[in-house]
Each structure stands twice: as structure tokens, then as C-alpha cells.
């Protein structure tokens, strides 16, 4: 059974610091890797993708990859009220483009 | 640029009574389709994929069915709700190793 975990949360940080989402998952042969946001009610919404080990940066966020650790995190700088929602980690796995998710992590961030 | 359209956004169905909820993508070809439903409070988990017209892939076994009449269209039925059918059911759009994105979703509530 192919697993995604994530701390469920919530995670509380106050505005402008920094907000770290982990995510792990079981499947060494992996290859891609995903960062939805999803506001209570709505859809999820791209935020990331990374397939190299390494940071990737856009903008405020950052995506960290460990395959050797089969660990992926984000990492919001300078948060904003307006990010609080629930960040979905997802992993691809097998040949069509097949997605498992974990259940995701709640972050509020409070003036 | 690509939307992908899901209706209805709400539904209150009966036990026992059927259900046909749609999905339509616009701006690509021969998209990958996928359906998930999201419990309260829950990940998302995926029920149907396809990869082409006619071509319908079951992830979990359970009394939903998938049809892909045509190329954008995708829809996911049941002749017989159940309460354990309620939640958020999403339609998701992709291409091989890319990411997916979500439409809006329908809402089910089965009382």
C-alpha cells in the first residue's frame, strides 16, 4: 500500500514568519511530487511541482526534495492570513499520471 | 487556455435513488480524466481514472461507476446511493508525468 503522510495539523504561525509543511511517503521509485492548497470548500489548487532533489523556489514558496529520504516539504516565507487553508501533499505513482495524496496539513496563520 | 467545467455544484439525493454527476474539460485534447471524492475533513481519494474514450481504470471497489462517452467528457454514476456516497467528488484533468488540476467539484449530500 502506496502511503503519503502529513502531519494533520494545525499548524499556527504568526503573520510574516515562516511556515514549514512536511510530507512523507512510502514509494522509492516516485518521481514527481505536488503541492495543492485548498481553501475550506473549494477545490485544490497547484501551488508546486518538483521532480529534482533539491529546492525549487517560486516566489514566497519553496519546495524541498529528499528522495533518499523520501521526504518533501514547502515552505511559505513571509505568511499571510490569506494563506491559511489546508496544504495537500501529493506523489505521483505508477505510468498514467496517477496521484496518491495525503490527507494534508492545516495551517493558519493569525495577525 | 484549459478549463474544466463540473455540474451540479451541490446535490441532495435520497438513499437509493441514482446519480449522474458530469464533467467536461475545454482547451486540450486527449486529457487524462480522473474522478476523486473527498470525505469531511478527509484526503482526496481516487475512484476512476481514463485515459482515453471508453477506457475507464477502478481504483477502489464500492457501487460508483465511470463512463468517458467522449474525448473531454467524463461522468460518474450510480444506480443506488448510499449514505457512506456523501461527500466532495472532484474531476481532475492531466497528461502523462504533468500535474492535474481540479475542477470546482459537486457537493453530495445523501440523506
Known amino acids: 500500500q502506496k502511503e503519503v503522510e502529513q502531519n494533520s495539523g494545525p499548524l499556527s504561525v504568526p503573520e510574516g514568519a515562516i511556515a514549514s509543511l512536511n510530507c512523507t511517503y512510502s514509494?522509492?521509485?516516485?518521481?514527481?511530487f505536488f503541492w495543492y492548497r485548498q481553501y475550506s470548500g473549494k477545490s485544490p489548487e497547484l501551488i508546486m511541482f518538483?521532480?529534482?532533489?533539491g529546492d525549487k523556489e517560486d516566489g514566497r514558496f519553496t519546495a524541498q526534495l529528499n528522495k533518499a529520504s523520501q521526504y518533501v516539504s514547502l515552505l511559505i516565507r513571509d505568511s499571510q492570513p490569506s494563506d491559511s487553508a489546508t496544504y495537500l501533499c501529493?506523489?505521483?505513482?505508477?505510468?498514467?499520471?496517477?496521484?496518491?495524496f495525503g490527507a494534508g496539513t492545516r495551517l493558519a496563520v493569525h495577525p | 487556455s484549459q478549463t474544466i467545467h463540473q455540474w451540479p455544484a451541490t446535490l441532495v439525493q435520497p438513499v437509493g435513488s441514482p446519480l449522474s454527476l458530469e464533467c467536461t474539460v475545454e482547451?486540450?485534447?486527449?486529457?487524462?480524466l480522473y474522478w476523486y471524492r473527498q470525505a469531511a475533513g478527509r484526503g482526496l481519494q481516487l475512484l476512476f481514472y481514463s485515459v482515453g474514450i471508453g477506457q475507464i481504470s477502478s481504483e477502489v471497489p464500492q457501487n460508483l461507476s465511470a463512463s468517458r462517452p467522449q474525448d473531454r467528457q467524463f461522468i460518474l454514476s450510480s444506480k443506488k446511493l448510499l449514505l457512506s456516497d456523501s461527500g466532495f467528488y472532484l474531476c481532475?484533468?492531466?497528461?502523462?508525468?504533468?500535474?492535474?488540476?481540479f475542477g470546482p467539484g459537486t457537493r453530495l449530500l445523501v440523506l
Open positions: 482547451g486540450t485534447s486527449n486529457p487524462n
Open positions: 501529493a506523489v505521483e505513482l505508477g505510468g498514467y499520471n496517477k496521484l496518491i
Open positions: 518538483i521532480y529534482s532533489n
Open positions: 481532475a484533468w492531466g497528461r502523462l508525468q504533468e500535474t492535474q488540476y
Open positions: 514509494d522509492r521509485g516516485s518521481q514527481s
